[in-house]
T-cell receptor, first 112, second 111 residues
Framework: DAGITQSPRHKVTETGTPVTLRCHQT?????MYWYRQDPGHGLRLIHY???????DKGEVSDGYSVSRSKTEDFLLTLESATSSQTSVYFC???????????FGSGTRLTVV | QKEVEQNSGPLSVPEGAIASLNCTYS??????FFWYRQYSGKSPELIMF????GDKEDGRFTAQLNKASQYVSLLIRDSQPSDSATYLC???????????FGKGTKLSVKP
């Protein structure tokens, strides 16, 4: 395993509140990703990072922001949670030169 | 056309049979192809990757790539009930190597 830890594992939050999910890795990988997984849609890329303070948008980035102030941590923030953001969120990392990702255990987020 | 397409299944095979999972992709510039296995309620786990046309074998698993036809497949020989899972095909896109995933094929291996 690439030593990826996601927190929290489960969260229920109310519509309109901000929420931050954390991904922590111990492998010193430069690349980190946030995906969401929904029935009927599969895994979709939200944001990714290719180094400290270097981030970019994926295909479903609206309503989400990210920050990476240290190599080991990649934070995903839902600025004002909506019910459409109820999903399972996966963080992933990969080393340079090898495009195979390793995924964290996921965060199940419910927005009520 | 979706970027990565898989038959959603479920694909049901008897124990000991060969399971064949298929994937097509739209971006001719893609260079790297991956198969992930995901058990229900768990995270995806990388099981195979292939970069060159032809076959790549790893134990009971064989990945096959045909870039001309934009087709990737995964064969599982001697299927076991423990192989029952959803199999995700992923293809790289762009200079950053971001992976685009298919929606997955659910495989059920019956004892």
């Amino acid at each position: 395993d690439a030593g990826i830890t996601q927190s929290p594992r489960h969260k229920v939050t109310e519509t309109g509140t901000p929420v931050t999910l954390r991904c922590h890795q111990t492998e010193n990988h430069r690349y980190m990703y946030w995906y969401r997984q929904d029935p009927g849609h599969g895994l979709r890329l939200i944001h990714y990072s290719y180094g400290v303070k270097d981030t970019d948008k994926g295909e479903v980035s609206d309503g989400y922001s990210v920050s990476r102030s240290k190599t080991e941590d990649f934070l995903l923030t839902l600025e004002s949670a909506t019910s459409s953001q109820t999903s399972v969120y996966f963080c992933a990392t990969r080393p340079d030169g090898n495009y195979g990702y390793t995924f964290g255990s996921g965060t199940r987020l419910t927005v009520v | 056309q979706k970027e990565v397409e898989q038959n959603s299944g479920p694909l049901s095979v008897p124990e000991g049979a060969i399971a064949s999972l298929n994937c097509t992709y739209s971006d001719r510039g893609s260079q790297s192809f991956f198969w992930y296995r995901q058990y229900s309620g768990k995270s995806p786990e990388l099981i195979m990757f292939i970069y060159s046309n032809g076959d790549k074998e790893d134990g009971r698993f064989t990945a096959q790539l045909n870039k001309a036809s934009q087709y990737v497949s995964l064969l599982i020989r001697d299927s076991q009930p423990s192989d029952s899972a959803t199999y995700l095909c992923a293809v790289n896109r762009g200079s950053q190597g971001n992976l685009i995933f298919g929606k997955g094929t659910k495989l059920s291996v019956k004892p």
